[in-house]
């Protein structure tokens, strides 16, 4: 019996590592910071990050939609093609991790636990959890408006033309009539106040309209 307890014990464990996924599935990943500690210190960092995402995702492939880097977490909206998540945040945030603790002579964990999956699940959510990605920093009070923000995707969606591209930003676009940046800077902003209102909330997804 005790041997039967123990058994069980540990497949309800290992079916918690497992974590189900989809293929072709989109996600808005979420981490933080090990006690909510700063990921980014400096400029530098956040250059870091973004250089090894894009290193990963040539590795590993997935579409990224939308990201925002914030100074102690971080958001990821992304779409999987053959492999789940799992496989290529762990590289990531090990990489980072790596990085950052060279870097500031530290020992420990970087990340707070493991990262967060929430499974999109419509064409709205989809478009909503975008909105509140590049919202983040105007609900933190770091800027007025999120062109502003120097790592968020946002800025990439709006001005391309100065960016080596990482994201992926037909997709989201294609919902909105021509001129397309300019009718998702509206959707955008169109609900910048309510998002700033959810500030104490973050980093989580906000609910489905």
Request: some cysteine; proline content about 8%; aromatic content about 14%.
């Given at each position: 019996m005790v041997f039967l307890l123990n058994k069980m014990k540990g497949a309800m464990r290992m079916s918690r590592l497992l974590r189900a996924w989809i293929p072709?599935?989109?996600?808005?990943?979420?981490?933080?910071?090990?006690r909510k500690q700063a990921l980014f210190k400096e400029e530098e960092d956040f250059q870091r990050y973004l250089e090894t995402l894009k290193s990963v995702k040539r590795k590993?492939?997935?579409?990224?939609?939308?990201?925002?880097?914030?100074?102690?977490?971080?958001?990821?909206?992304?779409?999987?093609?053959?492999q789940p998540p799992s496989n290529f945040m762990k590289i990531l945030h090990m990489k980072y991790a790596i990085y950052f603790n060279k870097k500031y002579d530290l020992i420990?964990?970087?990340f707070q636990g493991r990262f967060h999956a929430h499974y999109i699940t419509s064409i709205q959510y989809f478009l909503h959890v975008s909105r509140y990605i590049h919202l983040n920093p105007c609900a933190a009070n770091i800027c007025i408006?999120?062109?502003?923000?120097?790592?968020?995707?946002?800025?990439?969606?709006?001005?391309?033309?100065?960016?080596?591209?990482?994201?992926?930003?037909n997709k989201l676009l294609s919902y909105f009539f021509e001129?397309?940046?300019?009718?998702?800077?509206?959707?955008?902003?169109?609900?910048?106040t309510e998002v700033t209102a959810l500030a104490p909330v973050l980093p989580g997804p906000i609910p489905e309209e």
């Open positions: 072709g599935g989109i996600y808005h990943i979420t981490a933080r910071g090990n590993h492939p997935f579409i990224l939609h939308a990201y925002c880097l914030m100074p102690n977490h971080i958001h990821l909206l992304v779409e999987v093609i053959d420990g964990h970087v408006i999120p062109e502003e923000y120097q790592w968020s995707s946002y800025h990439e969606y709006m001005f391309p033309e100065m960016h080596k591209r990482i994201i992926e930003p001129p397309r940046r300019l009718h998702y800077h509206e959707y955008v902003n169109d609900r910048k």
